[in-house]
């Protein structure tokens, strides 16, 4: 069964950086975009942004822009997303979805099983 | 734009309940909706795509429309199940981005 299979929970101090792992089992990644989603503790959920692993071409949400970085290593079918100074705004889970084709309007056709982060002030 | 849904519906076994996801400006029938689900707990899961379209094993009770004259969308639960209660999202697109509605909690009673 293909599967992303996202880094597991971490705590964090505020103002530390972080980077978290979205990998895709098999060579799943193809001709798909990776997009995260950010869910705060009894909230909805916030787009954050999409990759290509194809050619690492990304967009981001501007709520979002210039907090953190998405990238991949589409050799490994890995997704990544990055913080270089964590907020205690930051805490979260994270999940990562694929989409079904090469559009980044294309549904999502799997999700990962979410990462907790947790920061402390 | 923004994604507009109620806050909370309920329902009792067997019932039929619909969830309603407004859009703010732009056409509705301008970029696809989809629906999800998130039972607490658990990760989202597709129920809903390109507005009226099941991805494989999710149950015919759940069906999507859309409507012009209203400007929204909407997913439509029938035959209402315990395992139905979640949290259910419309999703859309904006010129580069995708926009989430806020959310609607469905209480299976």
């Known amino acids: 069964e293909v599967q992303l299979e996202q880094s597991g929970a971490e705590v964090k101090q505020s103002g530390e950086s972080l980077k978290i792992s979205c990998k895709g089992t098999?060579?799943?990644?193809?001709?798909?975009?990776v997009a995260w989603v950010r869910q705060r503790p009894g909230e909805g959920l916030e787009w954050m942004g999409i990759?290509?692993?194809?050619?690492?071409?990304?967009k981001y949400s501007p709520s979002f822009q210039g907090h953190v970085t998405i990238s991949a290593d589409k050799s490994i079918t890995t997704a990544y997303l990055q913080w270089h100074s964590l907020q205690a705004s930051d805490t979260a889970i994270y999940y990562c979805?694929?989409?079904?084709?090469?559009?980044?309007?294309?549904?999502?056709?799997?999700w990962g099983q979410g990462t907790p982060v947790t920061v402390s002030s | 734009f923004i994604l507009t849904q109620p806050h909370s519906v309920s329902g009792t076994p067997g019932e039929t309940v619909t969830i309603s996801c407004s859009r703010s400006?732009?056409?509705?029938?301008?970029?696809?909706v989809q629906w999800y689900q998130q039972r607490p707990g658990a990760a989202p899961t597709t129920v809903i795509y390109?507005?009226?379209?099941?991805p494989s094993g999710v149950p015919d009770r759940f069906s999507g429309s859309i409507d012009i004259s209203s400007n929204s969308a909407s997913l439509t639960i029938s035959g209402l199940r315990t395992e139905d209660e979640a949290d259910y999202y419309c999703?859309?697109?904006?010129?580069?981005?995708?926009?989430f509605g806020g959310g609607t909690r469905l209480t299976v009673l």
């Open positions: 979805a694929r989409t079904s084709g090469n559009s980044w309007q294309d549904q999502v056709d799997l």
């Open positions: 999703q859309s697109y904006d010129t580069t981005l995708w926009v």
């Open positions: 990759i290509y692993p194809g050619d690492s071409e990304t």
């Open positions: 390109e507005d009226t379209q099941r």
């Open positions: 098999e060579n799943i990644f193809g001709s798909h975009w």
């Open positions: 400006s732009g056409y509705i029938a301008s970029t696809y």
